[in-house]
């Protein structure tokens, strides 16, 4: 399996990010990490950890449309994905990239925290390093669930299947799928632990942090419907940090192939950089195969700087071009907006609906040309979740899954569930709410390899 793999070649990976290791390093079996810093260059391998995260979801979400010239161009895995097929990674011999990346995040992270369990002395710097290797595994299979779980609901998990949890560096165990429960379960407590041992801030944004880690349990919480956990985790990270980037300054640029600060640097919201490239369908290029959904390009008001940032028109085509990480990747990190608009959704379902406007507004506007913002107002609790709602797919249209998860959350609301609907050759496709196929299907050679079940079709 992959994950025995990316174990075997790891160690001749470390070393190449840590010259220090070379000398007298002769074949891969001598090359084992034993300090701080050596644990510490694992998790900076910013390429194989930073940028393995995936959004594929975002193909199979409602933003994008292809049309029938450009369906006939596709790969038959994107054709799968886009139309929520159960045979989207035949191309790759049965193996699914976005498998095979996150459970590698896995393995980088269970290494370090087998390793420095094995350091019996502490420091305030042995738990920085332990709190970002429990960051990422977290983080890793919250991603992972996204995309080959079905929806979080605390009737039913306990009867869905979750994830192996793979809390081994143990190459020769194999794991059977937990259920639901258990996997969200263990997503939780990872980042609890990480949040305990975290420094508050890094000194690079290619480290999670304290607040990242505050993100990121926000954002798991609002996946699961647990909005007064996820305004509180919201609310400990907005204490601390709430800057927004103002769409009207000079970090911010039409003009330019790519819009915002390159890598999220210079980027004021960015608290925790990480990007997905795995799926060309949704990518800020002019040459991807997919157009916006032009019913999500033209709730932008022309006054809209998101509208001009966001994206490009070619011809009659609408692209996908600005995103946080400033090129042709999906950022996938933890930001200041995403954030914002998580406790302003979280006010709303309390019923503090001014609370949540005011928060709204102040992100507005940042994203309004100067001058041209009205500040919303909401009468009621319905209403103001509409706006919120709004503004979430507005804001966040292609960072990391973000508009699939909410799909499927929103599923469990009578009034906003979303029924997804593709046109390809004369022929109408239909993902319905709660859908099974919201699950992607696990990839055959792991079940081949490692006998897992797979989903329920």
Not at 109 to 131: F, R, T, Y
Not at 279 to 306: E, I
Not at 424 to 430: A, K, L, P, S, Y
């Amino acid at each position: 399996m992959f994950y025995r793999i990316i174990l075997i070649s790891l160690m001749a990976l470390i070393a190449c990010n840590n010259n220090e290791w070379l000398d007298a390093k002769r074949i891969k079996s001598d090359v084992k990490p034993e300090t701080l810093k050596d644990f510490q260059a694992i998790l900076d391998n910013n390429q194989a950890i930073n940028g393995r995260f995936v959004s594929t979801g975002l193909a199979a979400a409602d933003n994008i449309i292809i049309s029938d010239a450009a369906f006939g161009t596709l790969r038959n895995n994107e054709k799968e994905i886009y139309l929520w097929g159960l045979n989207p990674w035949s191309e790759n011999n049965g193996a699914s990239v976005e498998w095979n990346y996150l459970y590698g995040t896995i393995a980088y992270a269970n290494i370090v925290i087998e390793g420095l369990d094995a350091l019996k002395s502490g420091s305030a710097q042995k738990d920085n390093v332990l709190g970002q290797a429990l960051f990422y595994r977290s983080f890793a299979l919250y991603n992972l669930a996204l995309i080959f779980c079905r929806q979080y609901d605390p009737q039913s998990a306990r009867d869905l299947q979750g994830l192996p949890l793979r809390l081994s560096a143990d190459v020769n165990t194999i794991y059977n799928r937990s259920d639901l429960e258990d996997t969200y379960g263990q997503i939780i407590t990872d980042a609890k632990k990480a949040v305990e041992l975290l420094s508050t801030h890094q000194p690079f944004i290619t480290r999670p942090s304290k607040l990242s880690t505050y993100g990121l349990l926000s954002r798991v919480f609002m996946s699961m419907g647990r909005f007064e956990d996820a305004e509180i985790y919201a609310t400990h990270f907005l204490e601390q940090k709430s800057d927004l980037l103002d769409f009207n300054s000079d970090k911010v640029s039409a003009t330019t192939t790519y819009r915002f600060p390159a890598n999220g640097v210079g980027n004021n919201e960015v608290e925790f950089y990480a990007y997905a490239g795995t799926n060309g369908l949704v990518r800020p290029t002019t040459v991807t195969k997919a157009d916006v959904d032009s019913s999500l390009y033209r709730s932008y008001s022309d006054n809209d700087l998101r509208k001009v940032t966001f994206y490009v028109r070619t011809n009659n085509n609408i692209r996908f071009r600005g995103g946080y990480t400033g090129d042709f990747y999906n950022f996938c990190g933890i930001a200041t907006n995403e954030i914002l608009l998580n406790k302003a959704e979280c006010l709303v379902r309390s019923g503090r609906v001014t609370d949540a406007m005011t928060l709204v507004n102040r992100l507005l506007a940042a994203r309004y040309k100067t001058g041209t913002f009205f500040p919303l107002t909401a009468t009621d609790k319905k209403q103001a979740l509409d706006i919120v709602l709004n503004e979430r797919r507005k804001e966040l249209p292609f960072t990391f899954n973000s508009r699939w998860d909410d799909i499927r959350r929103l599923s469990a609301d009578q009034d906003r569930k979303v029924e997804i609907k593709r046109f390809i050759n004369g022929r109408e496709f239909i993902l319905g709410p709660a859908s099974p196929r919201y699950a992607f299907p696990i990839p055959p050679n792991e079940i081949q390899l490692s006998g897992l079940e797979q989903n329920n079709y």
